[in-house]
């Protein structure tokens, strides 16, 4: 797809000897939000760090804004609006909440604004300023997750790579993380590729989605036809 912000062609990588993508091909339009889902070791992680170049693809090749990123060391990608929210949050906890979130800006050259995107990722996340001067290893579960989000905004991204923002959090919780996914995509055009465990909750945010198995992808569709599919209820939605 020629317009594809962001694209994977016959993608292969793994770890050593152990493949954990075997020929992975996708694309996510400008404004969209994609989700792949899956079980566990199905790749679905492996293909967001390959999409970051910190995995390298051994063949094909990942596309953004139609260039490769192979050529481009994984802590450059976000300055250039490609940004991931790993599994697990990985926040800095000894350093506070602001220290968290202007390290996701560190790259930025336009330091007028941070400041005003500060304020924007407050107000998206208002228990973040409330707590704005506390240590990140002292927050709670749901709380990380929402700075490790806040974080990756700080960066201006044009696409957000969310892996398992949902993981090991109560159900309100998720509902309001995911509530502010929809709204940054739609209030602030950023596009979306969400990895996620909870099958249901991701097509219900996403508009497309693909389904990986042992590092292939064996099914694309829209979310709504996913959510019909009886294999996929079966398999994915505990029916």
């Given at each position: 797809m020629?317009?594809?912000?962001?694209?994977?062609?016959?993608v292969?990588?793994?770890?050593g000897?152990?493949?954990?993508?075997?020929g992975?091909s996708?694309?996510?339009?400008p404004?969209e939000?994609?989700?792949?889902?899956g079980?566990?070791g199905?790749?679905?992680?492996t293909?967001?760090?390959?999409?970051?170049?910190i995995?390298p693809?051994?063949e094909?090749?990942?596309?953004?804004?139609?260039a490769?990123?192979a050529a481009?060391?994984?802590?450059r990608l976000?300055?250039?609006g490609?940004?991931?929210v790993?599994e697990?949050?990985r926040?800095?906890?000894?350093?506070s909440?602001?220290?968290n979130?202007?390290m996701?800006a560190?790259l930025?050259?336009?330091?007028?604004?941070v400041?005003?995107?500060l304020?924007k990722?407050?107000?998206?996340f208002?228990?973040l300023k409330?707590?704005k001067?506390q240590?990140?290893?002292?927050l709670?579960?749901?709380e990380?997750?929402?700075l490790?989000?806040?974080?990756?905004l700080?960066?201006r991204?044009?696409?957000?790579?969310l892996?398992e923002p949902?993981?090991?959090?109560?159900p309100l919780?998720?509902?309001?993380?995911f509530?502010?996914?929809k709204?940054i995509?739609r209030e602030?055009?950023?596009?979306?590729l969400?990895?996620?465990q909870?099958?249901?909750l991701?097509?219900?945010t996403?508009s497309r989605?693909?389904?990986?198995?042992?590092g292939h992808?064996?099914?694309e569709?829209?979310s709504?036809?996913?959510?019909a599919n009886?294999d996929?209820?079966k398999?994915y939605l505990?029916?």
């Amino acid at each position: 797809m020629s317009d594809a912000i962001l694209e994977l062609r016959d993608v292969h990588a793994g770890y050593g000897n152990i493949k954990a993508l075997k020929g992975v091909s996708l694309a996510v339009m400008p404004g969209e939000i994609v989700t792949i889902i899956g079980a566990n070791g199905a790749g679905k992680s492996t293909t967001l760090m390959t999409i970051c170049n910190i995995v390298p693809a051994t063949e094909g090749e990942v596309l953004y804004q139609g260039a490769p990123v192979a050529a481009v060391s994984p802590d450059r990608l976000p300055a250039k609006g490609l940004c991931q929210v790993p599994e697990g949050r990985r926040i800095f906890p000894r350093l506070s909440v602001i220290e968290n979130l202007e390290m996701g800006a560190f790259l930025r050259t336009d330091k007028d604004r941070v400041a005003f995107d500060l304020d924007k990722v407050f107000g998206f996340f208002p228990v973040l300023k409330e707590r704005k001067h506390q240590p990140g290893g002292t927050l709670s579960g749901g709380e990380q997750q929402m700075l490790a989000i806040g974080r990756a905004l700080m960066s201006r991204p044009k696409v957000l790579l969310l892996d398992e923002p949902s993981l090991g959090l109560a159900p309100l919780i998720v509902q309001r993380i995911f509530e502010i996914i929809k709204t940054i995509n739609r209030e602030e055009g950023v596009t979306v590729l969400l990895v996620e465990q909870n099958a249901n909750l991701a097509l219900q945010t996403a508009s497309r989605g693909y389904v990986l198995e042992t590092g292939h992808v064996v099914l694309e569709d829209t979310s709504a036809n996913l959510l019909a599919n009886p294999d996929i209820r079966k398999a994915y939605l505990g029916e």
